[in-house]
T-cell receptor
Framework: EAQVTQNPRYLITVTGKKLTVTCSQNMNHEYMSWYRQDPGLGLRQIYYSMNVEVTDKGDVPEGYKVSRKEKRNFPLILESPSPNQTSLYFC?????????????FGPGTRLTVL | GENVEQHPSTLSVQEGDSAVIKCTYSDSASNYFPWYKQELGKGPQLIIDIRSNVGEKKDQRIAVTLNKTAKHFSLHITETQPEDSAVYFCAAIGDTGKLIFGQGTTLQVKP
């Protein structure tokens, strides 16, 4: 089944404790991105990647890192999480760009930073 | 940069009635406008989209209209059913080539 998977689905952590949220897709998509969803703000793009070893900042990249060493994986790294990073995170992937192809979203990761 | 405003933030309708959600965008160069449905505990899923060279697109009970002059587009759901209850997001491609999302509308369809 074609899908985008994220792990973990739920995470409670404390300020400053490094964490990684994994994202994997089995559709051989080049383009992958991370969003955060906050009430009243919709989805905002954190980082995106056009292909392996190519990443770029989205609209709200501060406090996050990503890597794209393999086509299927696009982990999101929070080196020193803070409470304002408490949010619902979505990974997404697609064949081309948002203009040309449908984005497929993962199920989401709900992160709480205490 | 591009901005997308979505209204209303919540919408409650009786089963069988129509629902309309409206979005306005700021970048006149925007040319692609998708709509996503997000069910509880799931990620957003594309339900319909429209490009700037057409004014309306239909897919069964859902339709999207686009007014490029006024820079707004709308989602219309007819004969609503309880399974239409979800959060709906509009989006637009801005001059950066990235998707910019609206704030979301929580639609409740009462049986």
């Amino acid at each position: 089944e074609a899908q985008v998977t994220q792990n973990p689905r739920y995470l409670i952590t404390v300020t400053g404790k490094k964490l990684t949220v994994t994202c994997s897709q089995n559709m051989n998509h080049e383009y992958m991105s991370w969003y955060r969803q906050d009430p009243g703000l919709g989805l905002r793009q954190i980082y995106y990647s056009m292909n392996v070893e190519v990443t770029d900042k989205g609209d709200v990249p501060e406090g996050y890192k990503v890597s794209r060493k393999e086509k299927r994986n696009f982990p999101l790294i929070l080196e020193s999480p803070s409470p304002n990073q408490t949010s619902l995170y979505f990974c997404a992937s697609q064949t081309g760009t948002p203009l040309t192809d449908t984005q497929y979203f993962g199920p989401g990761t709900r992160l709480t930073v205490l | 940069g591009e901005n997308v405003e979505q209204h209303p933030s919540t919408l409650s309708v009786q089963e069988g009635d129509s629902a309309v959600i409206k979005c306005t965008y700021s970048d006149s160069a925007s040319n692609y406008f998708p709509w996503y449905k997000q069910e509880l505990g799931k990620g957003p899923q594309l339900i319909i989209d429209i490009r700037s060279n057409v004014g309306e697109k239909k897919d069964q009970r859902i339709a999207v209209t686009l007014n490029k002059t006024a820079k707004h587009f709308s989602l219309h759901i007819t004969e609503t059913q309880p399974e239409d209850s979800a959060v709906y997001f509009c989006a637009a491609i801005g001059d950066t080539g990235k998707l910019i999302f609206g704030q979301g509308t929580t639609l409740q369809v009462k049986p």
